[in-house]
C-alpha cells in the first residue's frame, strides 16, 4: 500500500492559489503526481483547455498488487483540496509496467 506524505506549507499556499483561481494547469498536475511518482511514467492532459477537466495516465510499479479502486483513491487523495474546487473533473488511468506493456502490444 501507500505510504502517507506530509505536505509542506508551499503545497498548502500552491493549493490555495488554485482554489482560489479556479483553475489548474497541466505542468502543476504533473509536478504534483511526480513528488509522488517521481521516477515513473506521468502524463496529464486538459481535456477542454478550461482548466478544470483533466486526463492522467500514471504508469507505475507502486500499483502492483494494487486494486483500481485503491490505486484511484491514492490519486485523489494527491489532489483532495482540488477536487470539485479547481479540478471538476479528474479521468484517471493506472498502469504497471507490465500491464502498459500488454495493453500496447493488443493494440
Request: aromatic share 14%.
Amino acid at each position: 500500500m501507500f505510504h502517507k506524505f506530509s505536505i509542506n506549507f508551499s503545497h498548502n499556499y500552491i493549493n490555495l492559489y488554485h482554489i482560489i483561481l479556479g483553475t489548474m494547469k497541466v505542468k502543476n498536475i504533473k509536478n504534483r503526481l511526480l513528488e509522488y511518482f517521481p521516477t515513473d511514467k506521468v502524463e496529464v492532459f486538459d481535456l477542454r483547455n478550461s482548466g478544470d477537466h483533466f486526463s492522467i495516465i500514471i504508469i507505475s510499479d507502486k500499483f502492483i498488487n494494487t486494486s483500481l479502486v485503491d490505486r484511484h483513491r491514492y490519486i485523489y487523495s494527491i489532489f483532495k483540496n482540488e477536487i470539485t474546487h479547481s479540478i471538476h473533473a479528474l479521468q484517471i488511468q493506472t498502469f504497471t509496467y507490465d500491464e502498459w506493456k500488454s495493453k500496447k502490444k493488443s493494440k
